[in-house]
């Protein structure tokens, strides 16, 4: 017996659920990719970009997924040699660090704690030994998805310049981008980059970057470009430069319906939903720590991210608990992954999501632990509620 039947709930951190406006904006006939309406289409997207990630500098849309972006953002800025230091913080400026390493760069990495945000402190004292200023570049992301950190970017930079250190500081926003604030500009990141599939509430496909004064300057002299990434020719008249070659004119049709979605609704509150939504997961997750054996991953409240929350299971393997999820309910939970394969799983809340998806979540999250014997607090969906009720009055 199973109570699936019904529309599937997707909670996991990407790809998330594209709304059915997107879909039908891209359902439609292909249409001449030299013709004014796609030119247009393209400056607007690039133009509505810059207010996403609060920057006056360019931007640049590219057919691929966030390892195309990570990729993109190197190799226009670094040569072969370049020391690069990545801050640790989960799996994914790992990853970052190692497509580094394929492209020549020296590649150090700034370990820290697996439970916290980067330490602003150790990034500062490591840039201060630097004085031959080897390092040339600084990898972070603003959330890991896979430990669920958010890591404060305004800190970093505090410490880049505390330490008179000229590193560009380059940031992956692919999980953090349209669910919380990031202000480039205003924070001093020299590159950003970011993806469709999460906060944009698009299918996965294209990825983004956003360059700064400084990286453009050092984009002059990089010795890793190769035409596909390649700023420069991006940035050149004709508008088959902005894709280096044929515009992937579907997506951008679901895109365009996205960006308009987000700012229809405003920033802030977008940042405001997403952040009372998490607040809610994870009162529902301080419930069922009570039970002894799950626990947050992320020790510190103030640095779990307002995209997904990961939660440790101890000595229990997650995966009956969430094949009981998926089979029995029709709800998809993360699996853990990297160093938390088969000891945790995640709970995605971004995108386009709302209250009876995050609750509707919960509570089969909650059904799954008593279903399969996991050792729990209970009463997590109530605070959930709770949570919810006292940010949401009448």
């Given amino acids: 017996m199973t109570v699936r039947n019904g529309r599937e709930f997707l909670s996991i951190p990407g790809p998330t659920t594209v709304p059915d406006e997107v879909l039908a904006a891209m359902h439609r006939p292909a249409q001449d990719i030299y013709a004014a309406p796609i030119v247009t289409l393209t400056e607007s997207i690039l133009s509505d970009l810059r207010k996403v990630f609060r920057t006056s500098g360019p931007t640049f849309i590219y057919i691929g997924n966030g390892h195309?972006?990570?990729?993109?953002?190197?190799?226009?800025?670094?040569?072969?040699?370049?020391?690069?230091?990545?801050?640790?913080?989960g799996r994914f400026a790992a990853g970052w660090g190692e497509m580094a390493a394929a492209l020549g760069a020296q590649v150090e990495t700034l370990a820290g704690d697996q439970h916290r945000a980067v330490d602003p402190a150790a990034l500062e004292s490591r840039l201060r030994e630097d004085r031959e200023g080897r390092i040339r570049a600084i990898l972070v992301v603003q959330v890991d998805t896979?430990?669920?950190?958010?890591?404060?970017?305004?800190?970093?930079?505090?410490?880049?310049?505390?330490?008179?250190?000229?590193?560009?500081?380059?940031?992956?926003?692919i999980a953090s981008l349209a669910t919380m604030p990031f202000e480039m500009d205003e924070w001093g990141v020299d590159v950003a980059v970011t993806c469709s599939q999460k906060g944009l509430?698009?299918?996965?496909?294209?990825?983004?970057?956003?360059?700064?004064?400084?990286?453009?300057?050092?984009?002059?002299?990089?010795?890793?470009?190769?035409?596909?990434?390649?700023?420069?020719?991006?940035?050149g008249e004709e508008h088959y430069m902005k894709y280096c070659g044929t515009a992937p004119v579907h997506l951008l049709f679901g895109l365009r319906k996205s960006l308009d979605m987000l700012l229809e609704e405003g920033l802030e509150n977008v940042f405001r939903r997403h952040r009372l939504l998490a607040d809610a997961v994870q009162a529902a997750v301080a419930v069922w720590v009570e039970g002894g054996?799950?626990?947050?991953?992320?020790?510190?409240?103030?640095?779990?991210?307002?995209s997904v929350t990961t939660i440790l299971t101890g000595d229990q393997d997650p995966a009956p608990l969430l094949a009981y999820c998926r089979e029995k309910c029709g709800v998809v939970l993360g699996l853990g992954i990297g160093e938390l394969k088969g000891r945790a799983f995640r709970i995605a809340h971004m995108g386009h999501v709302n209250a009876p998806m995050v609750l509707g979540t919960l509570a089969v999250a909650e059904m799954g632990l008593a279903a399969t014997g996991m050792p729990h607090g209970r009463g997590g969906v109530q605070a959930a509620v709770e949570s919810l009720a006292r940010a949401v009055p009448a």
Avoid: C, Q
């Avoid at 509430?201 to 470009?225: C, D, N, Q, W, Y």
């Avoid at 054996?293 to 307002?306: K, M, V």
């Fill in 146 to 173: 896979a430990s669920g950190v958010a890591n404060d970017i305004p800190a970093l930079r505090r410490a880049i310049d505390a330490a008179g250190h000229d590193a560009l500081l380059m940031v992956d926003a």
């Fill in 201 to 235: 509430m698009m299918s996965p496909g294209l990825s983004f970057i956003a360059a700064g004064e400084k990286a453009l300057a050092v984009h002059e002299t990089a010795h890793s470009r190769t035409r596909y990434w390649d700023w420069t020719f991006r940035r």
């Fill in 293 to 306: 054996t799950l626990n947050f991953n992320i020790t510190e409240p103030a640095e779990r991210a307002p």
């Fill in 68 to 89: 195309g972006a990570w990729e993109a953002a190197l190799a226009n800025v670094l040569s072969p040699g370049d020391g690069v230091l990545v801050l640790k913080s």
